[in-house]
Every structure is written in structure tokens, then in C-alpha cells.
């Protein structure tokens, strides 16, 4: 199950960016002192050494977008067919990558060969099979369950989680799929930890924060909660959510966080009144359950 193309970035986005490489200039009849000066004037950029794009794009995308037109200049200038992949392939399908390094843009190639080292990029060579490679935002890229797989392969357990829960939750793939990959990972480097990170996925679980809290749980050996647990009244309306609950025990607990707190605010409303109703909320919840 994969998000539908409306779901890509919209066609004037700045990661969508033309890359032009030095060589195409030349060929136009532009000089490399030319096109010195025209970076050092910020009319263009680049991304990498003998790529370039609009000064303007560039300046305007931050960390993460600069990262993926830095890829799409890697794969104007491949002279194999790669596909974006790992942390890379993440950032096409807007995936948190919390903590996940970015100084390298990672490519996989399909000729299964082992590529010549370049500067800030990683090729890897793993075996791709039929299913796993589509297209996005007009460039190859992994599937969302082999990019879930992936990430296992290159950080510890609670990055690896947030990654594949991310996926699950928005639909990006399911767990059958991610079972159905994973039967089929033969000889696959650093996978040890793969198994955990698909047995604690859980796609209820809505943010970051909430998917750390839940591998905090996992990691100190206490009681799993149920997630995104409905509290109801005596007459079995719904009056909220709680982000985990132990109802045997007694306890439930909600994670607050600033980006919370600016989603809840409406219009000409402060942010003081949505602490005291967030406060009013969680009051009213422990009196219909006596719960801590």
C-alpha cells in the first residue's frame, strides 16, 4: 500500500529543483570562471562538485531539502542506474529521519556491483528484487518497505522504530508487507536488530515523541501500555484519547510537547488557554476513571 502520486511534492517545490551539470554549461558556451562567478554572486548553487542549481532554490530549502536535490545531482551525474535509498529514499516520502545523519546522500545500484568511492555519497549493492524500487517526486526511489528494512540496517532500535512506525501510520506500507520483505532478507549486513524493530512497530503510535516514549517502556521492562487508549463515559460517549494507558494498573500517561500545544491552538485563541483546557481535559479524565 503505497501513498498516491497527488501525494507527491507539489511540481513547484524547491527540492524538485533542475540541477544543471558543468558540462552542459560548457557546452552552452559558459566558461568554468563564469560559473565561479556566478555562485560566488548566489545566482547559482551547488549542490555538489560539477552540479548546479538556482542560487535562489538552494538558499531557500533547509537541511533536509538540501539533501535531496543534493541526491538528484548525484543521480544526474551516475553513470549506473541507482536508486535513492536508506536515509535518502526516507526523505522523499517526507519520513522523520530524527537523528539519522545526512551527510552522505545513500543510492543503491542495480547492477549489484561495487561502485567506485565518491565523496558524500554511499552505494550500496544489496539485492533488489521485483516490487522493490518505484518511482517519486520524478526519480527512482525505495519502496516504503524496503526503505523500513533499510533503516534496521544503519541505526540502533529506537531510530529504526521511529522510521518504520512513521511508515505504518501513515499507510506507507503495513506489517504484512514488512513481514513479507523481511521472509525474504537473505544475507542482508547489520540486520540483527531487524526482527525487534518489526515486532515493537506499532502504527497506532502518532509522532516521534510517543514512539520513543514507547521503546522507553520497552527498554526499562515495564508493562506495555495500549496506545491511543478511549476513554469513555457512563453512557459510552467518547470523551477523549490518551496517548498510553494501563487500565489493569490504574495509570495513563499523555506526552506534551510544544508541537502539541500549536496544534491545538485555534484561531484567536492563546496559548496559556489551551494549557488550561488541555489541564481541564486531563481532570476530567482522572475523575471519570479515578486513574493517575
Not at 29 to 41: F, I, Q
Not at 246 to 254: A, C, I, N, S, T
Not at 259 to 272: C, N, T
Given at each position: 500500500m503505497h501513498r498516491p502520486p497527488s501525494d507527491e511534492w507539489p511540481a513547484d517545490d524547491l527540492r524538485r529543483s533542475i540541477v544543471t551539470l558543468r558540462g552542459t554549461?560548457?557546452?552552452?558556451?559558459?566558461?568554468?570562471?563564469?560559473?565561479?562567478?556566478?555562485?560566488?554572486?548566489?545566482?547559482?548553487?551547488?549542490p555538489r562538485r560539477g552540479a548546479y542549481v538556482a542560487g535562489s532554490a538552494w538558499a531557500g530549502l533547509d537541511d533536509l531539502g538540501r539533501h535531496s536535490l543534493r541526491a538528484r545531482a548525484v543521480l544526474a551525474q551516475a553513470r549506473t542506474e541507482l536508486v535513492l535509498s536508506h536515509v535518502t529514499g526516507l526523505l522523499e516520502y517526507d519520513c522523520p529521519v530524527w537523528g539519522l545523519p545526512l551527510d552522505d546522500v545513500h543510492t543503491t545500484r542495480l547492477d549489484g556491483r561495487i561502485g567506485r568511492p565518491e565523496a558524500g555519497v554511499r552505494q550500496h549493492r544489496g539485492r533488489v528484487l521485483s516490487g522493490d524500487v518505484t518511482t517519486r517526486n520524478g526519480v527512482r526511489v525505495m519502496t516504503p518497505a524496503r526503505l523500513a528494512l533499510e533503516t534496521t540496517t544503519i541505526t540502533d532500535v529506537e531510530h529504526a522504530l521511529v522510521v518504520v512506525v512513521?511508515?505504518?501510520?501513515?499507510?506507507?506500507?503495513?506489517?504484512?508487507?514488512?513481514?513479507?520483505?523481511?521472509?525474504?532478507?537473505?544475507?542482508?549486513?547489520?540486520?540483527?536488530?531487524?526482527?525487534?524493530?518489526?515486532?515493537?512497530?506499532?502504527?497506532?503510535?502518532?509522532?516521534?515523541?510517543?514512539?520513543?516514549?514507547?521503546?522507553?517502556?520497552?527498554?526499562?521492562?515495564?508493562?506495555?501500555?495500549?496506545?491511543?487508549?478511549?476513554?469513555?463515559?457512563?453512557?459510552?460517549?467518547?470523551?477523549?484519547?490518551?496517548?498510553?494507558?494501563?487500565?489493569?494498573?490504574?495509570?495513563?500517561?499523555?506526552?506534551?510537547?510544544?508541537?502539541?500545544?500549536?496544534?491545538?491552538?485555534?484561531?484567536?485563541?492563546?496559548?496559556?488557554?489551551?494549557?488550561?483546557?488541555?489541564?481541564?481535559?486531563?481532570?476530567r479524565i482522572r475523575r471519570l476513571t479515578g486513574w493517575r
Open positions: 554549461y560548457l557546452d552552452q558556451g559558459m566558461s568554468d570562471r563564469a560559473l565561479a562567478a556566478m555562485v560566488r554572486s548566489g545566482e547559482l548553487a551547488k512513521d511508515l505504518l501510520h501513515r499507510g506507507l506500507t503495513t506489517t504484512q508487507e514488512l513481514a513479507d520483505r523481511y521472509a525474504s532478507m537473505t544475507s542482508w549486513p547489520h540486520s540483527v536488530a531487524t526482527d525487534l524493530v518489526l515486532r515493537l512497530a506499532h502504527p497506532l503510535l502518532e509522532s516521534v515523541a510517543e514512539t520513543r516514549c514507547w521503546y522507553l517502556f520497552f527498554h526499562h521492562s515495564l508493562p506495555m501500555p495500549v496506545p491511543q487508549f478511549e476513554i469513555r463515559d457512563s453512557s459510552g460517549r467518547l470523551i477523549s484519547r490518551v496517548d498510553f494507558a494501563w487500565p489493569e494498573l490504574g495509570v495513563y500517561v499523555e506526552f506534551d510537547g510544544k508541537v502539541k500545544y500549536e496544534k491545538l491552538l485555534k484561531p484567536g485563541q492563546s496559548a496559556s488557554e489551551v494549557v488550561v483546557a488541555e489541564k481541564e481535559r486531563e481532570d
